[in-house]
């Protein structure tokens, strides 16, 4: 492979995990919206929608291993190739945790549901930022917006800590509400893990342009 058609799947690469990036975006997208909206039938989609993500994953995985095996890469490509593969385990990852939001959302819209806890669309909104901005910095070698993204996971901690009160609060305050409750604060508690990933993703980027981590 010579060194331009090599740097051509490099693009190729980067826009392929910008796809995937965009999918699992939209895949918690998917999964707020059924929760906010009691959409069973847009849980299922986004259940299903899991398997276009892990498509993907295949598909870029396929292109890190030609551009190991057909070139001689130096220091900074392998860097930057074994990053990609480490982003896209995380970016699977939060796919499956759309899911199995969704998979709650099921079983919550067979109940009414009494109470909201209004800092699960927060943590979803902050969590999508993080794994929008992370695959940015991978694609632009933007290591200050990388380190941007790691701070953000103290944010995504702090409004797990609120969910966290919240939850305990209504359990206390009527046991009728267990059941739900423990629903909302396992939604949140995937959405934490979301937060780990996408941060995960960023210290990624940060090892592919400075070569140690962070």
């Known amino acids: 492979m010579t060194r331009n058609r090599f740097d051509r799947q490099l693009l190729l690469l980067n826009n392929e995990l910008v796809e995937m990036g965009s999918l699992i975006c939209k895949a918690i997208d998917m999964a ?12 299922k989609s986004t259940i299903e929608f899991d398997l276009e993500i892990d498509h993907k994953e295949r598909d870029i995985e396929s292109i890190c291993m030609k551009l190991l095996l057909q070139q001689q890469p130096v220091a900074r490509d392998l860097r930057l190739i074994s990053s990609a593969l480490k982003m896209i385990t995380d970016m699977e990852r939060i796919g499956d945790q759309a899911a199995d939001i969704s998979e709650i959302n099921i079983s919550m819209a067979k109940i009414p549901y009494e109470i909201r806890f209004d800092v699960i669309p927060e943590l979803a909104e902050i969590t999508t930022d993080m794994v929008e901005k992370s695959i940015e910095a991978f694609v ?56 780990d990933h996408a941060t995960n993703i960023a210290e990624w980027v940060v090892y592919s342009i400075r070569g140690e981590h962070v």
């Open 140 to 195: 632009n070698k933007d290591e200050e917006l990388a380190i941007q993204v790691i701070g953000m996971d103290d944010e995504v901690d702090r409004r797990f800590e609120t969910l966290k009160a919240e939850v305990i609060k209504a359990i206390n305050e009527n046991a009728d509400y267990g059941e739900m409750a423990t629903d909302i604060f396992m939604i949140g508690k995937y959405f934490e893990r979301i937060g």
């Open 32 to 43: 707020v919206d059924s929760l906010m909206n009691h959409d069973v039938a847009e849980a």
